[in-house]
DNA sequence: CTGAAAGCGCTTACAG
DNA sequence: CTGAAAGCGCTTACAG
């Protein structure tokens, strides 16, 4: 009679508990600790006599495992994270996407820690979570060079968008889909690109512009920058004034905000788009197919970016992975209503 | 000489390590682990002079502490999670950026679990993470009630547009956008609503539906329901029909996406928006301005939602709250293009 | 103010 | 196949 009413013992972790532990499990099924342990992780290793004792007992404790108690002597708790600058950002969001299902492909649990505002927080941020999981994914991160580096001696680290030492980078290529955005706006009989720049330490702005400028040389266009910009649509309208000065006949933005932007200021001062200007973007956001007018864009397969992190990523870790045909990663134009046959004079 | 080179000691956690622990900072500075801990928890505990001396000693061995193994005594990790079926809603990425700040306020790192697919990954997702984190954060959850009652028996838990048992709602009052819009309509000649329903169990569907019926009818409109519908684009473009054939002359969308959808499918039919009939929505996301037309909506300061169901998760972990005065979470309408005056005869 | 000890809930060599 | 012990890196009563 004395052992029945359990008494509800106060606890330390969260508010309420009272959880079983491995060792309640134990006593209930009349078993040392560590073959509950055993029982419960290393299928084949116990009887299965005892293993289904064990389990019942489990089952009926309602127990819980605690994976932070596991993660100390194992040092791996079956997590990633994907540390974010902007989560609003559909190119993060999409890549995230993908990440967190190849992360429950493997049994790992992706979690998010995003950090809008400045560098120093998105650091603080990473070096908060770093300690939780067993690697981390940063997705078009902000983070200083040096940072990144500290961070992946921590940390199984992958980077999407972004280059540092030696660090595993996927990014999809941007040439094909820049390539495609050329040739149709030379085809509509745009003679003079102007690239409208996203932000100047941008690893990727600078991929695309790059691109972009050999492309339209390649076919004897004329083509500049007109940039540094903010990746926003409060930029692009900004931006709008100087765009318009520059004479040029198309214009190809670092990403879609800068583009929606540009075209929302346009229509503001009365310019038509595509009538007076051509204008496109990069990323296919949210928004980009019902905006008006639709946005011509390049775009990347974003999901598969963020399941190729993962893989990456297990591979550091140690976990096995499904090894799959290795297409490359590349980008495609999207033409919609934005680009037109260029104006006549201008 | 013997001690100088400290063997590159092998470890377990993550791949690379050899991360000093208090153990090591103990041995530089000369003195017992606890009162290493003391001094970089306890402020005041230790001498200011011993004190000194274990910082030095934890900079020089760039001390990083580990988290994990002190939430296994304390219990607690400063560690708060949101649980989301759609990162890619804008509902819950403003309400997770309002949280996100809230908790930095307080030191804690918000960390975001993604679950989209169906409610019983949502379900393991939330399971996964929650021994992690001090406090869960329910946002337009799809979870049935019984789980979350479940999960908050495990730790502190606050919901945000969903009620459930005894559990602490953060729902903004949908009352005062509602009757705004309704008065914008009945204004604008309108005489009948439909109302394009959202998912069936949705708890925060039956609250709008159940308001503007109620200020349609205090107005002497007639209203009606279309639906359910799933939350999305594509759902609003198979409504269509079913909105034209209905005969009402305004349609007002669970929310934007249905909104857009029905704006989309009115658009490829060739029925003008507003020039046949009026649509609007809830929640103002991203793109609902530069939409074509852009579109008419109900907002809400999902941000202040954030920060709140932070602050209440904070009072239940036993986190001092810095009061604030409590206004209440309300709703306005947002007039855009998508709403004019009705056609005459229909 | 500081030390020595016990404990948080697991895992994993080591024996048998 | 299973048990007993040690250890993961901390914290926190308990003494002194």
């Known amino acids: 009679m004395s052992d029945v009413s359990e008494p509800q013992r106060p606890t330390r972790n ?120 067993d690697g981390i994914i940063l997705a078009t991160t902000r983070l200083p060079e040096e940072h990144i580096l500290r961070l992946a001696e921590r940390k199984p680290l992958v980077m999407i968008n972004r280059a540092a030492g030696e660090l595993v980078n996927i990014a999809p290529d941007v040439t094909p889909g820049i390539e495609e955005l050329v040739e149709h706006l030379a085809s509509l009989g745009h003679r003079s690109i102007a690239y409208l720049g996203g932000p100047a330490r941008s690893w990727i702005n600078t991929r695309r512009w790059q691109a972009l400028f050999d492309a339209a040389r390649a076919r004897g266009l004329a083509v500049f920058e007109i940039g540094p910009n903010s990746p926003t649509i409060a930029a692009g309208t900004l931006a709008f004034e100087r765009a318009q000065a520059s004479g040029a006949s198309a214009i190809v933005a670092y ?38 007018p639709s946005l011509t864009t390049v775009r990347a397969d974003l999901l598969e970016a963020g399941t190729r992190a993962v893989e990456s990523l297990m591979r550091e870790i140690g976990v096995d992975v499904i090894e799959r045909p290795d297409a490359p990663l590349s980008t495609a134009l999207v033409v919609r209503e934005s680009t037109a046959v260029a104006p006549r004079a201008r």
Chains 1, 2 share one sequence.
């Open 255 to 292: 990403n879609d905000l800068l583009a929606l932007g540009l075209i929302r200021a346009a229509r503001e001062q009365g310019a038509s788009v595509p009538g007076d200007f051509s204008v496109a973007g990069f990323d296919d956001i949210f928004g980009a197919d019902f905006a008006n």
């Open 14 to 133: 969260g508010r309420k508990s009272g959880a079983a532990t491995i060792y309640d499990i134990a006593r209930v099924a009349g078993v040392n600790p560590s073959t509950v342990s055993r029982a419960l992780n290393k299928p084949g290793r116990v009887s299965a006599t005892t293993e289904a004792r064990i389990r019942a007992a489990a089952a009926e404790l309602n127990f819980q495992e605690n994976p932070l108690a596991r993660a100390l002597p194992t040092g791996r708790t079956n997590t990633i994270a994907a540390v974010v600058a902007d989560m609003t950002n559909p190119v993060v969001f999409n890549t995230v996407r993908g990440a967190e299902n190849a992360a429950a492909r493997y049994g790992f649990t992706l979690i998010v820690a995003e950090s809008q505002e400045s560098g120093s927080i998105e650091a603080a941020t990473a070096d908060r979570v770093a300690p939780f999981v």
